[in-house]
């Protein structure tokens, strides 16, 4: 099966950890947990878009913000609908599942984000960040699901918008900051990471 889609390259970490994803979304009950962890998440991020959509004072901004929000929603409907497909499918099972979502998280990173706290600059290097992110990562996870086509479809959609998404926030942030869009970006992706060393440490 091949992708008429454009294509993201997943980073080296992310393809390393590929034959890691396929056992984690070999099971179908773990299946079912992780898309519908999926479309809480993309929902949650929807909602939180839509505020930055109301407290930007850019109207370019706010016109593309309110596009990537019903992306999210749509994303975030997506899931759940294929993940209560999948449910209606499995056999009533009293085994406990591991779910493993810190090894194939699925998010943008939402919940480390205070949207009226944050300037123009800072979101969009935010989701700058986190659309790569997790373009990176649905492009692992749709590659190791070509054995489910109905849900390799739902995520190659999503890769779809999420190459957009990823796109925009970064001509944007060059439109408004053209000197020191690649600081706001440093800046975002040093937050990430010692945001990520916190939930390790405190696993």
Wanted: with cysteine.
């Amino acid at each position: 099966m091949q992708s008429t889609r454009p294509l993201v390259r997943p980073t080296g970490f992310d393809r390393m950890l590929a034959p890691l994803h396929r056992w984690i979304w070999r099971d179908h009950e773990r299946r079912v947990h992780k898309l519908m962890r999926f479309g809480e998440t993309e929902t949650d991020g929807g909602r939180d878009i839509l505020r930055a959509a109301e407290v930007t004072s850019d109207p370019l901004l706010r016109r593309l913000y309110l596009v990537h929000a019903i992306d999210e929603l749509r994303h975030g409907a997506m899931f759940r609908q294929r993940a209560a497909s999948l449910l209606q499918a499995l056999r009533s099972s009293s085994k406990p599942v591991f779910r493993a979502d810190w090894l194939a998280p699925g998010g943008h990173g939402a919940d480390d984000l205070e949207v009226d706290g944050e300037s123009d600059h800072s979101m969009l290097a935010f989701l700058h960040l986190s659309e790569k992110a997790a373009a990176s990562r649905f492009t692992v996870y749709r590659d190791v699901l070509r054995d489910d086509p109905p849900t390799y479809a739902v995520f190659d959609e999503i890769l779809h918008d999420e190459t957009f998404h990823m796109n925009y926030t970064l001509t944007q942030l060059a439109r408004i900051s053209p000197q020191h869009h690649r600081r706001h970006i440093w800046r975002a992706r040093c937050g990430r990471l010692w945001k990520a060393y916190l939930r390790v440490a405190s696993a």
